[in-house]
């Protein structure tokens, strides 16, 4: 469901969210053309290149990925709470919890460079008990922020299977993008053109425009349903409606009181 809530906003609101999603384009079209850049200008030792392409390039991208969506996040609460937010709101209500925000980005991308170092593997076991952390810190004014996190997302089952099913779109999507590439290389080795050599030459351009606009779009869906994952753990899991209710009536009872208290006492005569 929350998947589907995703792609409903990415196509009601699609130029909103392609606003929100700028930053998250910028910075891995960066990271795209350094690692270009890299990769033209040095001949790399294979040890560095495993370190580049295992390590620090998933870490950095997980890290864009998961923390410049963000506005969108904002945006995915406010719409499913029946509001329509502006595209400077969202990003004015991140900007204003920074000061939260900014100790779980370092704690995180140190994790995720530890976690990539070993392959990959220990994300497995902690990226669901830690992927509501961003939101919490968002939403909340909870201090212990990833204890938060593990309590609320207690199905690691359904959070496994969410992260599959948005893994098997990217790869069905990249391999749609890099078909043409494939394809001229099968005719090249067939027959030899020089058109499809400097397509061939050239190609790379609109796969790194194209691999970035689908992290982002991918990293955006994701950011959504994580946030609309977690609103509906808190809405219904720790009855949040009830006990705004509850706060409301509260409060409500505690004017009527006020007010009897505040009303002048008759005088007998």
């Known amino acids: 469901m929350q998947m589907d809530l995703a792609f409903w906003y990415l196509h009601a609101h699609f130029a909103q969210l392609a606003a929100l999603a700028a930053p998250t384009i910028l910075a891995v079209c960066a990271i795209g053309a350094v690692i270009v850049a890299v990769l033209q200008t040095w001949d790399l030792h294979p040890f560095l290149l495993y370190v580049l392409?295992?390590?620090l390039v998933p870490t950095v991208v997980l890290w864009v990925g998961t923390f410049l969506p963000l506005p969108?996040?904002?945006?995915?609460?406010?719409?499913?709470?029946?509001?329509?937010?502006?595209?400077?709101?969202?990003?004015?209500?991140?900007l204003s919890r920074s000061?939260?925000?900014?100790?779980?980005?370092?704690?995180?991308?140190?994790?995720?460079?530890l976690w990539f170092t070993?392959?990959?593997?220990?994300?497995?076991?902690?990226?669901?008990?830690?992927?509501?952390?961003?939101?919490?810190?968002?939403f909340e004014k909870e201090r212990r922020i990833f204890y938060r996190s593990r309590r609320?997302?207690?199905?690691?089952?359904?959070i496994n299977v969410l992260a599959a099913l948005y893994f098997a779109i990217f790869l069905a999507l990249a391999l749609l993008l890099f078909l043409p590439r494939i394809l001229l290389s099968a005719q090249g080795r067939l027959v030899a053109s020089s058109l499809s050599k400097?397509?061939?030459?050239?190609?790379?351009?609109?796969?790194?425009?194209?691999?970035?606009?689908?992290?982002?779009?991918?990293a955006v869906g994701w950011c959504i349903s994580m946030t609309l994952l977690y609103r509906e753990v808190r809405m219904v899991r720790?009855?949040?409606?009830?006990?705004?209710?509850?706060?409301?009536l509260?409060?409500?009872?505690?004017?009527?009181?006020?007010?009897?208290a505040a009303l002048p006492t008759g005088t007998s005569r």
């Open 99 to 113: 000061g939260r925000l900014v100790p779980v980005a370092v704690k995180l991308f140190f994790a995720y460079l």
């Open 152 to 158: 609320l997302l207690k199905e690691d089952i359904a």
């Open 53 to 55: 392409f295992a390590i």
């Open 238 to 248: 720790e009855g949040e409606p009830l006990r705004e209710k509850l706060e409301q």
């Open 198 to 218: 400097q397509v061939l030459d050239h190609l790379w351009i609109v796969e790194l425009v194209g691999v970035a606009l689908l992290i982002s779009g991918i």
């Open 118 to 138: 070993f392959f990959g593997v220990p994300l497995l076991y902690f990226g669901p008990r830690t992927c509501a952390a961003p939101a919490v810190a968002l």
């Open 72 to 94: 969108s996040a904002v945006f995915a609460w406010r719409r499913a709470s029946g509001s329509l937010p502006e595209t400077g709101e969202c990003f004015r209500y991140c």
């Open 250 to 260: 509260r409060q409500e009872l505690l004017g009527g009181q006020s007010t009897n």
